[in-house]
């Protein structure tokens, strides 16, 4: 039986990707569309300047738009796709969350939140029982879980293997972050053209606390973040997809490179339609893995890694995912799929 969906800021560039993502998915029918007042009537051919690298999908071009509040979203949708601006998702989500809507977002608001989950389902699934505390705490019938933001999910595949398998202590990393993270009118070409921009606002501190909580522990009330150090560098270069990313990593236990790759290589995907079959690919040669040849790796679902090197208190490496798929509404799109096998549809 599919779960009716419907996507909050349909027509932006997470938006369209999510659209691309549900039109054909096993388990989901999209119901409902929403977005500004200004597109809320039209038809989502004429609300949305279509930017996917393939078609609108021919039953997805003549529905109707809507406006973004839960009255205009169908009772019998179960599950909500959120990618609005954050200060935008932060004052609409709990109204559907209240109005008994459960929502997968990709927006930044709440993700620290101590009653929030915020989820890989690869990494940490079981933290999506904090929607248990999340429910009892505000009350509500509804409930919001959180996917991170696109540099830290690059990351955090890579990390999670060597937690497991070292005791991270450190974590220092400077990312080559695509131009289609900021938005299609993020970056104007004057400004990334023969340049690359050494600030991205805010994905410093993303990147240092969202990791720590994805790597933290669930106790069934709560999530203790990670005890390790974070430090981010964030740098805008003139890539369209995916998010390029160099760490270095410290543990307590000593780190070969070998015992780098092994750990990395063992993680496959679970049980769930989007999820890649080898979560993390690792790549022998040095100059692996880069943007353009790997962000479609696993479909665009998986995380490359290479170029590792031994360092004093562990280990280098570079990682990549493309960062609308994996990063964005392919994630979204992966805990929605958490939601309803967890029961929580």
Known sequence: MSVRVGVLGATGAVGQRLIQLIDPHPEFELAAMTASESSAGKSYREAAKWRVDAPIPDDVAEMEVGATTPEDVPDDVDLIFSSLPSSVGAEVEPDFCRAGYVVSSNSSNGRMDEDVPLVIPEVNADHIDLLEVQRDG??????????????????????????????????????????SGAGYDGVTSMEIIDNAIPHIGGEEQKMESESRKLLGTFDGAEVELHGMDVAASCNRIATLDGHLENVWADAEEDVTVEAAEDAMAEVTGIDLPSSPEQLITVFEEPDRPQPRLDRNVEDGMGVGVGGFRETTDGVQFNCLAHNTMRGAAGASVLNGELLNQRGYL
């Open 138 to 179: 505000r009350g509500w019938d509804g409930a919001l879980l959180k996917n991170p933001n696109c540099s830290t999910i690059t990351m955090v595949p890579p990390l999670a293997a060597l937690d497991g398998a070292f005791d991270l202590t450190d974590v220092r990393v400077s990312t080559l972050q695509a131009v």
